[in-house]
């Protein structure tokens, strides 16, 4: 899988990982609560290979979230 949010279900924290077929390139990763607020968001260089990123959720209820990774050329989302 291209890219994966785990664990599901998660508390306090989300590691993201996200295999780059390509070159290095910039993504974004946002993640919003059930509502559609967003509420954490990160821009990163991606380099080629798997990457993994970790978001401390700590300060945020239990609940659905869905994890959204933006890069030029697509858009991938996972429900947690």
Do not use: H, M, R, W
């Amino acid at each position: 899988s291209i890219f994966t949010a785990f664990p599901n279900p998660t508390s306090n924290s989300i590691n993201c990982s996200y295999n780059n077929l390509g070159e290095e390139e910039k993504i974004t990763i946002s993640i919003f609560d059930q509502y559609s607020k967003l509420i954490k968001e990160i821009t990163e260089n991606a380099q080629k290979g798997n990457n993994l990123f970790t978001f401390d959720l700590s300060q945020f209820s239990n609940g659905v979230y869905f994890v959204v990774l933006d890069n030029i050329k697509n858009t991938y989302s996972n429900k947690i």
